[in-house]
């Protein structure tokens, strides 16, 4: 009898086979797929749930943009270095961009592993591809990053990580309003006293000190 490890297993690699044909790496990097881009990669992502018999699965899209990443995770020391290399500029779970609720794909046997993968396929094609392709302009992610409602919590839920994004995109799209969004975004942290208000301000001092622009 096959174990939950192997039913994993399995079922990435199907996925992966799909995946390829729609231009993604057939490399699986931990739980994810990855497609590169110009400006850095999107991703697929299977988070694992698991349970005495079963697990769950939910799937999550992803938008990297490397020169922010880079930049916004240079002195974070709340992630691992090996983590900064896998964080997402925006992204979001599949189930709750469709409808505010988590969506999960249950594993019991070996049998339920082509229908997940061909069910699980056809969400990325209706959701995530779409998705995809409406944040390969950088001016509708920095759209995003600017909210700081639900609808860009829902992008991007670490304030203080989406704030510092939202900088760094400023800076790299040139724009002119570049303090302002500072002034919004500092004064959001704030009001929230949001843990990560101090990693926001060192890098807009840091940032500063340097009068580069990340380009």
Same mark, same amino acid.
């Given at each position: 009898?096959?174990?939950?490890?192997?039913?994993?297993?399995? /079922?990435?690699?199907?996925?992966?086979?799909? /995946?390829?044909?729609?231009?993604?790496?057939? &490399?699986?990097?931990?739980?994810?797929?990855? *497609?590169?881009? $110009?400006?850095?990669?999107?991703?697929?992502?299977?988070?694992?749930?698991?349970?005495?018999?079963?697990?769950?699965?939910?799937?999550?899209?992803?938008?990297?943009?490397?020169?922010?990443?880079?930049?916004?995770?240079?002195?974070?020391?709340? #992630?691992?270095?090996?983590? &900064?290399?896998? @964080?997402?500029?925006?992204? @979001?779970?599949?189930?709750?961009?469709?409808?505010?609720?988590? &969506?999960?794909? @249950?594993?019991?046997?070996? $049998?339920?592993?082509?229908?997940? =993968?061909?069910?699980?396929?056809?969400?990325?094609?209706?959701?995530?591809?779409?998705?995809?392709?409406?944040?390969?302009? /950088?001016?509708?992610?920095?759209?995003?990053?600017?909210?700081?409602?639900?609808?860009?919590?829902?992008?991007?839920? +670490?304030?203080?990580?989406?704030?510092? =994004?939202?900088?760094?995109?400023?800076?790299?799209?040139?724009?002119?309003?570049? *303090?302002? #969004?500072?002034?919004?975004?500092?004064?959001?942290? &704030?009001?929230?006293?949001?843990?990560?208000?101090?990693?926001?301000?060192?890098? +807009?001092?840091?940032?500063?000190?340097?009068?580069?622009? +990340?380009?």
């Amino acid at each position: 009898m096959a174990s939950m490890k192997e039913h994993r297993e399995v /079922l990435l690699k199907q996925l992966s086979e799909r /995946l390829v044909q729609i231009g993604f790496d057939k &490399k699986i990097h931990g739980q994810s797929f990855w *497609k590169f881009t $110009e400006y850095g990669r999107t991703s697929i992502h299977l988070g694992f749930i698991n349970h005495v018999t079963d697990f769950d699965i939910t799937v999550s899209v992803g938008i990297r943009i490397d020169k922010v990443e880079d930049m916004a995770n240079a002195s974070n020391k709340l #992630i691992k270095d090996r983590e &900064k290399k896998m @964080t997402c500029t925006i992204g @979001t779970e599949i189930g709750n961009f469709i409808n505010g609720r988590q &969506k999960r794909w @249950t594993i019991n046997n070996f $049998e339920d592993i082509g229908p997940v =993968c061909d069910d699980i396929y056809i969400y990325v094609m209706e959701v995530a591809v779409p998705y995809i392709e409406k944040y390969s302009e /950088l001016e509708n992610v920095y759209e995003v990053l600017l909210r700081d409602d639900k609808e860009g919590w829902r992008h991007a839920p +670490i304030h203080y990580h989406r704030a510092i =994004c939202a900088v760094a995109m400023a800076r790299l799209l040139g724009k002119s309003d570049y *303090k302002d #969004i500072v002034d919004k975004k500092t004064k959001f942290l &704030k009001e929230r006293e949001d843990y990560g208000l101090p990693l926001f301000l060192d890098f +807009i001092n840091k940032l500063d000190e340097s009068q580069g622009n +990340i380009v």
